[in-house]
């Protein structure tokens, strides 16, 4: 059974970085896909970004674009999330899964099967 585990989560000031790191538990990045989403209270999970190297796809929400940015280290079979310019916004819980398939379509939550206990990520001042 596929594995990830998150961590990197924290306090941070509004402006500040995070970089969060995804680790495959029981299979190597190669031929695979791994998605990072989030979850704010009350509200739905929602695609942060994703990557398969499968086929090489990368996404990142448009949104995010120019703060936020994902990234793999097959050598320590992890994935990660740099979170730059960080805003109270995008405090939430941050979750990483994967799939089986390898592949992703819209890096949407239903796409992906096994997940993390998430991190929390908290901006305030």
């Known amino acids: 059974q596929l594995q990830v585990a998150e961590s990197g989560g924290g306090v941070v000031q509004p402006g500040g970085s995070l970089r969060l790191s995804c680790v495959a538990v029981?299979?190597?990045?190669?031929?695979?896909?791994i998605g990072w989403f989030r979850q704010a209270p009350g509200k739905e999970r929602e695609g942060v970004a994703c990557i398969s190297s499968s086929d090489g796809n990368e996404y990142v929400r448009e949104s995010l674009k120019g703060r936020f940015s994902i990234s793999r280290d097959n050598i320590r079979n992890t994935v990660y999330l740099q979170m730059n310019n960080l805003k109270p916004e995008d405090t939430g819980t941050y979750y990483c899964?994967?799939?089986?398939?390898?592949?992703?379509?819209?890096?949407?939550?239903?796409?992906?099967?096994?997940w993390g206990q998430g991190t929390q990520v908290t901006v305030s001042s």
């Open positions: 899964a994967t799939d089986s398939w390898g592949y992703f379509s819209d890096c949407a939550p239903h796409e992906f099967e096994s």
């Open positions: 029981g299979f190597t990045l190669d031929y695979s896909v």
